[in-house]
């Protein structure tokens, strides 16, 4: 066993889940415990777990080798997307800023370190608390957004892709069936990764992504040219971000009061409508998406992730995010991701090439 000064780690997942969270938990407990000696406390629900009196937390130990653990979606830890303790949500509808509460509540669990599994948003609402509370941090890429800059793939990105394809796959026979258009949006937030890989790889005709514009006029000319070639079904696949022809974003209001991203593909459905004669379904995936048991991929990206963020840990190489290129596992300044923010797909991207080549509208830029 190697030595490290690094005795007590905390572990937390923050922000939306998706499958493989458990599987980097994993690896983590399994780094930790076998190659370190240390102990491993999973903090409950994000921030939230050490913002809470008592604190909430379980200590973790090889039971996560119980067989299930790296097969089941979700977190064990549970998480939040909500509740920044820097303008936390008070009851009586005031914000207020906890982050001292975060910070008292490491040093009462003595953490030498702390382990974030989260998206780039959350990753930089960590980093500031542990800034505030000189804690060491390590950051681990998780949204099936994957728009977490300078990695390649983040954690549950490709499980949600499998998800859309699956969802593709099922759309198309009674697409044609019925001779529909089939529209099937997809999440993503302002990002497209998610819409362009699924549409390429589940043949859609039609993908549109918050990235390019697009004109209603070039996606009917696309479906009626598709029908002059002899196929009387269509689909569509449009990111959640994707914006109406007046620029606004459909948006719904969540029974808590937030908005989220959805209604584009109604939109899209009705557009598409007064336009053709073809009749248009639309599927919206929704978190179904972030479901599931996580891929083969997403296993093994878990696993490298888990492992490094803990070797970076003990060899006191704090401040880093473990990272996805060119076939392995290396690491990357928070700073930095943090000073990028989301990363959305470049329109010169080689796979929007890919789509235009095989005849996919994609867009106009
Ligand atoms: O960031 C992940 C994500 O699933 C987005 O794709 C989506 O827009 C959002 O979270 C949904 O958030 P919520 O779970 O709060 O509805």
């Excluded at 921030?47 to 973790?60: D, E, F, T, V």
């Excluded at 969540?254 to 908005?259: F, H, L």
Aim: glycine share 12%; aromatic share 4%; hydrophobic share 40%.
């Amino acid at each position: 066993m190697s030595k490290s000064v690094v005795k007590r780690i905390g572990v937390l997942t923050s922000g939306g889940d998706c499958a493989g969270l458990n599987a980097v938990i994993r690896a983590v407990v399994s780094r930790a415990v076998r190659a370190y000696g240390m102990e491993v406390y999973g903090i409950s629900d994000g921030s939230l777990g050490l913002m809470s009196r008592p604190l909430q937390y379980q200590k973790l130990d090889l039971s996560v080798f119980s067989g299930t653990v790296l097969r089941m979606g979700g977190t064990m830890l549970g998480t939040t997307n909500k509740g920044d303790p820097f303008a936390f949500p008070m009851p009586d509808g005031t914000l207020q800023d906890r982050s001292q509460d975060f910070v008292d509540g490491v040093r009462e669990l003595g953490l030498d370190a702390l382990l974030v599994i989260g998206g780039d948003g959350s990753l930089g609402i960590l980093k500031r608390l542990c800034r505030q509370g000189n804690i060491p941090m390590i950051g681990i890429p998780k949204t099936i957004d994957n728009d977490v800059p300078f990695t390649e793939s983040a954690v549950g990105f490709n499980s949600a892709v499998r998800v859309c394809v699956d969802a593709l796959d099922h759309l198309q026979p009674t697409a044609a069936s019925h001779h529909r258009v089939m529209i099937c949006e997809m999440m993503g937030r302002d990002a497209g990764h998610i819409a362009l890989h699924s549409g390429i790889a589940g043949g859609a005709d039609v993908i549109l992504i918050p990235e390019i514009p697009y004109s209603l006029d070039a996606v009917v000319e696309k479906l009626r040219a598709v029908h002059d070639e002899g196929r009387r079904h269509g689909l569509v696949v449009v990111a959640e971000g994707v914006r109406m022809e007046d620029g606004n974003s459909a948006t719904m209001r969540m029974a808590d009061g937030q908005r989220r991203y959805g209604g584009i593909g109604l939109y899209l459905s009705e557009a598409l409508a007064e336009r053709m004669d073809t009749e248009t379904r639309v599927t919206v995936l929704g978190h179904v998406q972030r479901g599931g048991t996580p891929s083969a991929t997403d296993r093994v990206l878990a696993s490298a992730f888990g492992v490094h963020a803990v070797d970076l840990a003990a060899r006191g190489r704090f401040g880093r995010m473990v990272a996805w290129r060119d076939r392995g596992v290396m690491d990357v300044s928070i700073d930095d991701i943090v000073a990028v923010g989301a990363r959305q797909l470049d329109p010169r991207d080689p796979l929007v090439h890919t789509a235009r080549g095989l005849g996919t509208y994609v867009g106009d830029l």
